[in-house]
Structures are given as C-alpha cells and as structure tokens.
C-alpha cells in the first residue's frame, strides 16, 4: 500500500480554523476552505430546505 | 414637459438588443452607479457603468449623465460595439455540481431572507411575486433564478416554466420587476447570472467562485435571493 | 459587579469569542470579560477569573457570556454590544466579503475535485462524525481537533486503513507533507529526513532542531497522542512508519513521542530493524534502551534531532552526541552568572511534548514536579489552576482549550497566569516556551515580554526567567526578532527545550 499523498503533496479541503487555510494559500498548497457550521445550526430551517429539496425533484 | 435634449450620451457599448435606432429616453430613477430609462414604447433601458451590470437593453457609459427622474436624455448608440449578448441558450449543467450549487439553497436561511423561506413550499412560486426586501423585491429576483435553472435545462419550456407563464398575473409586482419577467420569458439574461452558468459549462472552479461571490456581492440580497432559487431549479433538474 | 448571561444552543468558533471578548474589555467601564462555552472546565476557568458562577445552568452547548464591570449601565451596554457583535462582528467590515466558501464536504469536493486529505479543527463534538464523512470520499485525514472519543478515533482509524488512507491525530497539531506546512508547523528546508510524531511540538522541536543543523525534512507525519497506546494499537503510526521505510526520498527515519505501549513499540523496531535504514529514537521519557546501529534510541528532542542530523550528514552520532552533552557546562556558568536561587519553579507551556520533556529534564536533576499532565500518577495536580511547589502545567491540555483557542495562538491566559506567578512569594524561576511558525501568534515574544516586566513588577529579581524559542529563520514571525524582544525582558533564551529546562534546574539551588 502507498499514500499516494507522499507523492502528490497535499490538496487540502480545510474545515474549521480559518489562518489554517490562509497559511496554506501562503505556501502554494491547493486548498479549498470549507465555511462549515454543525449541523444542529437553524435545525428547523435545515430540515425543512432538505425536505423541499427532496419533495423538489419528486413534483418535476 | 420641457424635453433637455442637449443631455446625450455615447455609450461604449450596448447589449446585443439594444435598438440603435432608438435616441430618446425618459430617465425612470437614477442609482449611484446605473440610470434606468423608458424608452417610447415603455420599455426599462439601463445606462451602466460596470461591466458586471450588463443585462437586456443595457449601454455602457464612462459616467452616468446628470439627469433628473423624468427628464429627457438623449443616446447615441450608433457606433457603440456590442458588449454583452444576453440571450439565454440552453446548454445543460453538469452534474458534478449539484451538491456545490444545492448549498445555495441554504442563502434561505439568512435572516434577511427568512420571509421567502416562511411561504416557499418547493413548488408555488406565487406568494413569492413581489415579496420581499430589495429594490427589486428578493421573491421576484428568487423566480428568476428559479426559471434560469429550468430554461439553461430546457430549450422549450419545461412544466415549471410553462406553468410561470400561464399564470403570472401582470401588475403583482413593481414595474421594474415585471420588466426582468417579460426579459427573462423571452430568454434573456443578467450578465451576472450568465457568468455562473458559463463558468459551470466550462468546469472551471475558481471562476464558478468568482461568478457566485459576484452575484453574493449584488444589491442587498437580491444576488442571494436569485442564487437560492437557481439553486432550487437546478436541484429539481439535475 | 458582575453579570452573566447565557444564549442556548449556539455555536461560535473560538476565533469569533477570542475577538469579542478582546473588543468588550475595550468599552470603558468593563474590567474583565468572557465568552466561552458551558463546559465544567470553562466553568472552573470563569471562577478563577472571579466570576461567581453559583446557579449558572448552562450546557456545554450553550454560551455563556460574563462581564464584570464599574456598574448596571456599564454591564447592560456590554452584554448588549456583545450580542451585536456576535451577531454581526465589527472586524468582518473591514474584512472584504471574500471568496465564496463552499458550505459542505461535497461542495468543497465539487471545486476540487482531486483533493487529497481534509484538515480538521472544528470542535471536537463533531470532528470525529465529519472526519469518517471525509474518509468516505477517499480524502486523507489530518484531525487537529481534540476532544474527540477514543472509540471514534479507533473507528476512524481502522476505516481509513482499510481503504488505504492516514487519519493523523486526534489532536494532532502538525503535518509536513512535501515540506509544506499543515496545522502549526515551522518554514524550515526540505531534506532527506521522515518524522512520525505522536504529538506536534515534539514534531516541531525536532525539525526546527534539524533545520537548524543544516538538514531539511520531507514528510512529518502527525498520529495524534493515544495512537500508540494499547487500545488504538499505532495503526497511523506503524503506517507512517512504514511508508517512510520504503519511501527512497527518505534517508533517515526519526519516530518521536511519548513511549508508546510495549507491543507497539517492539512491532515498530521490528519493522525498523528488518529494513536497515538510519532510524533514530526519540521516546521522550522511555526507558533506556541501546542503541542497535543504524538504530538509535535517545531520550530528549534536541538529543534526537542532533543524532538524527549526524546520520543524514554522513557524520559520527556518538560525536554529536558528546558535543551536545558539552553544552551542559556552559548552561552551568550561565546559571551562577543569573544567580542560583532557592525557591520553586512553575512551568508554563503551550506545548504538551515540550511540558513533557521539561518535567524529565527537570526530574533527571533530581527535581520532581507537579502537573495537569504528568508522566507520573502521583504527581497528577489536583487543580490546574492551583499549581503546587515545583508545577509543570501543559496550557494546551483539553480543560483549557474546550471552547477556547489553543495556546500557541491566543496567549492571553498564559501571560495572566505568568502574572499571577509572580505574586506567589515562593516561586523563584519560571520556565516557557515560545513556538513560532504557521499558525502561531504573530507576535508572542511581545506578549510574554510584556508580562515578564509586569511580573518583575511585582517580584523584582526574585524570579529568573527561563525560555526557548521552537522556531526557525524563515518562520513568519522572525526568529531573531523575537529572540532580542525576550532577552531585552530579561529573559534567558535557550537553544532548546532541553537546555533551558536544564538551566531552569541549574538555577535552583538545594
């Protein structure tokens, strides 16, 4: 087995402390920042967006 | 009416359907960085400054004249090259972006946006004519990036768009708002929503980013507003 | 007075509290301010900051927001302005609107579309579920969050390895992979040289050290503390150190940590001693064990990095060694020149494997401390907050930072608690490290300089103050810089961790 990471160097999808990804940029990693929240935020709201989007394809 | 005929402009250029042959234009209202104009058929015109503005029967001028809302002013579009083509070809999307485009969805949760999510269901547009913040009311800029999704998609019109046609009863919303409508059904479209869809046809990521900051960055909320509702009708297409 | 108020189920990244709580203690009036998580520890923290947190029912997910202040009006206006700014950060207007962030691992996935590894830092809570999301799709994992369940962290790292993939921590603050920099990691030179770490600042000492030896490394894996223990069994850390092996970029292999359970360790020098590449030893605290050349065992990071740069330099590891171990002369004349003294010591840390090593250091000459992680049962602090005689304290460990920034980037607890050091009567020399690199504070030689003189404003010369700085050259903060800002302070600046934990023991006299 071989982490092919070692090779490539690392592209990075990065979650949670932003001056990490900014450090990243700063380096010429390949990055990509994730504006991530958990997922209890707006509970309510995100289950009834998941549910129209759902219904959504169902009514075309 | 005293008719100023001596304010006239030359624009740099013109959307693919401005009418040259037009000069006379009634000035509608005056922002800080476009100029909405009738012309004699009644028709919204805008004067722009940015590029980015370009959308249908749009000229691009080095500064705005100095006009008063409804006074006269005068453009000469003749020479002017053409700088944005708004017609709306369907081409499709590809699919590897739906769950990047489906987060748009979630726009509805912002605070401000929270009255269109209060009467969206997934399917009925019509609470949403005319609601909301915005110059442009937020539930009409919501539509329109709701149809875009369905007419980049489609050719001829699909169901939900056939179903707006239909039943879109004229004078539920501002004059300007309706004008967007009537362009939009007859498959024109904003260069900012253009610039998202061409970045999605050409695969390439860091001008997707760019088109959907640009469209984050517009108005108040009407980008997002518009964003959210491309995102539902790309989500019932895709 | 004081007033406290509580906001349920919110979540706010420590970064976004940091600044309001710094923006609070502006307003005119306001003399204290806190926002953090309802979490027991935070709770503990609060009552030491003198807040009374009698009748206080918040959850850990709930936010607790405590001001103390001149009167009502004051406090009113606080709490007000704190919800205005967490609801709507004044910073962020100054900030443009910036790129559109991608709100979902796909999403992130859509824009790029070969990403590799996904790097971690939410709150522990959720790290572990969004960390085997990210496992599912293929990605590479680098988990700084702590607070993550053991059982997770098992889970986790059985998964990936099934799939061939690395989930390097819990808590695992760095990574170099190609000699880019993941998490708080130092701008030091790419070389021949692989690092397997359990812990980061164990990781950073001795690639600093290396750096500034002349050698670069390549790879340094993190694997996160309990990933050599029994249970977790060094699953990361026997792949890391078998990709290293059969990686013929890499010459000399150095595997650093805490000793790691019997069993891990024998599988890890089995695997070492079959492929008969330079490999050195750095289990920080283990028994000692010979050295079976090209196998070397050391007991100290700067010991580990110095043998490991005499083997990448072709050069003689029994010399290194000795010229290493002559230093401790000069560290012996230091001490008299800043002038022995009796009294207690208190060490104050943001690094865990750098607390690690003083408290071994300290204990080889023969003084025994206390800690909040010790690397003896009995010598297990009751209250982190309440350092007895000799303390060792380890600032980054889970009941400072739940709901708070680490140390190496927020140094605000750490230069109060420096403060409150010095109006203990009884403590003679104090004992910190300062780690530069990514990551890292801008500029934490200036706060901790600060403290230092407002701490010899209470204690005049009776504490000497000890330091080293982990940082390197091209590190953004300007290693020599940061050097003369201790040292006008009055701080005695080591090369290492090592050397100034043996001076901190040189100056206490008995």
Known sequence: ?60 | MSRMRDIRTRPLSVSADWNKSLEEYKVVSVYRRTVNLEDTDGRRCTLITEQEDFSSRTALVESLPVAEEGSFVSVAAEDAKIGYNPSLQAAGICKKWRPLILEWQSFLADDDLAVLADVWDGVNWRPLVGLGPGLTPAGDDFIYGRLAAHMRLFEDDDSVVSDFRRDYRRGSTSKLAEGFYDDLLARKIWKRGRALLDALAANDAQRVLDAVKCLIDWGHSSGRAWLAGFAFGAGEVL | MQRIEIIRSSYYDSVTLMLVAKELNKLAGVTSSSLVMGTEANYNILASGGFDVDGIDATPNDLIIAVMGEDESVLDGALKTAKEYIASPPWKKEMSAGDYRPKSLDGALAVQKDSNIAVISVAGRYAGDLAMDCIGKGLNVMLFSDNVPLEKEIELKRTASEKGLLVMGPDCGTVIIRGKALGFANACPVGPVGIVAAAGTGLQEVHVQLARRGVGTLHGIGTGGRDVKAEVGGITTLTAVKELLSDDEIETLVVVGKPPAKEVEDKILDLVKRSGKPSVFGFIGGQTRCDEPPVYICSELEETACVAAALAKGEDPAMARSDLKAKEQGLKNRAEEIGRRKGYIRGLFSGGTLCYEAQLVLANHGIDTWSNAPFSKEKKLENSLKPVAHSIIDYGEDEFTQGRLHPMMDLTFRCERLLAEASDPEVSVVLFDVVLGYGCNPDPASLLADAVTASRGRSGDRIAYVASICGFDDDPQDFEKQKKILESAGVAVCESNAQASRLAAFLLAR
Request: no cysteine.
């Open chain 1, 1 to 60: 087995m071989s982490l092919r990471i070692l090779k490539e160097g690392p592209k990075v999808i990065n979650f949670g402390i932003e001056a990490f990804y900014e450090d990243q940029k700063k380096q010429g990693v390949p990055s990509v920042h994730v504006d991530w929240k958990p997922p209890m935020m707006n509970a309510s709201l995100m289950e009834k967006l998941r549910k129209l989007q759902q219904g959504g394809k169902k009514k075309i």
